[in-house]
């Protein structure tokens, strides 16, 4: 059940109307509510309708792209600073890596997670393994996330988990998710998961922020 | 049968001696042909070269005049980043979402950046090959072009913004579409296969297909078949089963489908439509060529009962593919 405090920011959130929530979330802010409790119940809420419609078979980018600027509008609004690290959620590195510019499938990757309500460092695009790597380090993620469409990003993709064991960071779980990289395994890519869509990725996340894996 | 013959018989889904071969084969030719793909992919001249050389090594049954998803922007004013092996991507995109849409001029094909090579391939492409092969060009749908016009996340938003301003930018696209695969044909190719990868349900909801997008493929269709196109070719890939059934008013004649439907499924979406596909593309890739020739065997069957069948992959086959793999597929063709 949604609190009938947040219907309206959890309806604007789903239509992509993104002016009239960040409208929204700035009356609710304006009348002392705590941004915790709109991220959990407003963006949190939104995430969960729209995960629950999104099956495989129908996922589009369009729709999640148009949810994803309005929860980002909300949470920029709510932090403009980025979500600190001190609330204690689960930090998240994503990044296209080096020799692939297309990074609509992380963007929007990123917006599902903001969406819930984790704190996201996006590195970009064309991101070579060193600066992903030293991300990790430098901002305590418990996780990684690469996106790819291109098949040639896959040399890559393979040297995240070498490359952060070598610096003692080979618990980090890493995702890879994209056009090109979900056509193959967690094994060929020498990667912990393969997200078939965003909200796929977001599942193996929570269950990894739970302490299921 | 020869190629040619073999193709336009399961377009009808008459008998043929045997299935098709029609790997998507693009780039992988110049790798093949140890060419940089940045000089294949500029060079209409070294491009036939090397689709020439691709079919004497497969024995497949097509050729493509296809350089990459990028001519067109290029040519209405975008510039590309080139890289020595690897495909172009947009470095700045030349319309923006304030722009003014009335200086938008469709190109001229015989004079706007890489246009001319293409058709020049073309040309070469059906000089040798008569009417042995196929000669498929190729270009971008609607949606894709609009996509690449103004960056895919830029061109998403506008849709849902400015409803009224993407729709003209769609409709430019599909002019343009007509103008270029008109050229395409008139230069020698039997076809354009229009490639609208951005027209996929993973990417815009099925309404939206039926409703913006559907119309246009089909006038672009409708003008393809005037200007004496063999047959009409679409190629979305991806999970297209809600919009396979729409492909019979559009005009389609070939329908490609990728990894994401089942044969079956493909077969009774699309009952009387010529299909091609669907093995993972990047299986050229990592699988070894058993499991192709596994893999391409059983669409073979699948489709033996129904015949109108192309033994493709789902999608482009990658540059970096292993050459046995796209063996064992072909081979899987003649019953090998």
């Known amino acids: 059940m949604i609190d009938p405090e947040m219907n309206k920011l959890v309806d604007t959130l789903l239509q992509g109307d993104h002016t009239g929530a960040l409208a929204e979330a700035k009356r609710l802010r304006a009348a002392g509510v705590a941004p915790e409790r709109i991220v959990t119940e407003g963006m949190e809420a939104a995430m969960s309708r729209l995960d629950d419609k999104c099956t495989v078979e129908s996922f589009n980018l369009l729709e999640i792209m148009l949810v994803g600027r309005a929860v980002s509008a909300v949470a920029n609004e709510l932090y403009p600073e980025g979500v600190p690290l001190e609330q204690g959620r689960a930090t998240f590195v994503i990044a296209t890596l080096e020799g692939d510019v297309h990074d609509l499938g992380k963007n929007i990757t990123r917006m599902v997670l903001i969406g819930k309500g984790y704190r996201v460092v996006d590195l970009g695009k064309d991101c070579p393994v060193e600066n992903l790597v030293n991300a990790v380090q430098r901002e305590q993620a418990d996780a990684v996330l690469v996106s790819g469409l291109i098949t040639p990003v896959i040399a890559q993709v393979r040297k995240v988990k070498p490359a952060l064991a070598e610096r003692g960071l080979g618990g980090i779980k890493v995702v890879a998710g994209g056009a090109a990289l979900k056509q193959s395994s967690a094994e060929a890519l020498n990667v912990d998961y393969v997200a078939e869509t965003a909200f796929d990725g977001a599942h193996y996340l929570d269950r990894l922020v739970r302490g299921e894996i | ?336």
């Open chain 2, 1 to 336: 049968m020869n190629s040619l013959e073999r193709i336009k018989a399961a377009i009808v889904l008459d008998a043929v001696d045997r299935t098709p071969a029609v790997p998507q084969l693009f780039g992988h030719a110049a790798t093949l042909a140890g060419v940089a793909l940045v000089d294949y992919l500029r060079d209409g001249g070294l491009l036939a070269r090397c689709q020439i050389e691709a079919l004497k090594h497969y024995g497949h049954d097509v050729v493509f005049a296809f350089m990459d998803l990028s001519v067109e922007t290029e040519a209405v004013g975008s510039i590309l980043l080139y890289r020595e092996n690897q495909y172009p991507d947009v470095a700045s995109y030349v319309l923006t979402p304030g722009c003014d849409l009335s200086a938008l001029i469709v190109p001229d094909p015989a004079r706007a950046g890489r246009m001319p090579e293409l058709l020049r391939a073309a040309g070469i492409l059906r000089r040798e090959m008569g009417d042995t092969a196929l000669v498929a060009g190729c270009l971008a749908g609607p949606m894709t072009l609009t996509t690449q016009l103004l960056g895919i996340e830029t061109a998403l938003y506008l849709a849902a913004d400015d409803p009224g301003r993407f729709e003209k930018i769609l409709d430019f696209a599909a002019e343009l579409a007509i103008r270029y695969g008109t050229a395409q044909i008139a230069a020698g190719a039997h076809l354009p296969i229009i490639f609208d990868p951005a027209a996929s349900p993973a990417v815009v909801p099925p309404q939206f297909f039926r409703e913006l997008l559907l119309p246009r493929l089909k006038r672009v269709f409708v003008a393809f078949r005037q200007a004496g196109a063999l047959a009409n070719w679409l190629n979305i890939a991806g999970p297209t089963e809600a919009i396979l059934p729409y492909y019979p008013e559009a005009g389609v004649d070939i329908a490609n489908f990728d990894y994401y439907v089942a044969p079956d499924s493909a077969q009774q979406l699309l009952p009387h439509t010529c299909l091609d596909g669907n093995i993972k593309s990047l299986s050229f890739v990592d699988a070894a060529p058993e499991e192709i020739g596994a893999a391409a065997s059983l669409l073979v069957t699948a489709f033996a009962g129904r015949g109108g069948f192309l033994l493709s992959s789902g999608c482009e086959i990658p540059p970096e593919a292993k050459p046995e793999n796209i063996a064992a597929m072909v081979a899987a063709c003649r019953g090998g």
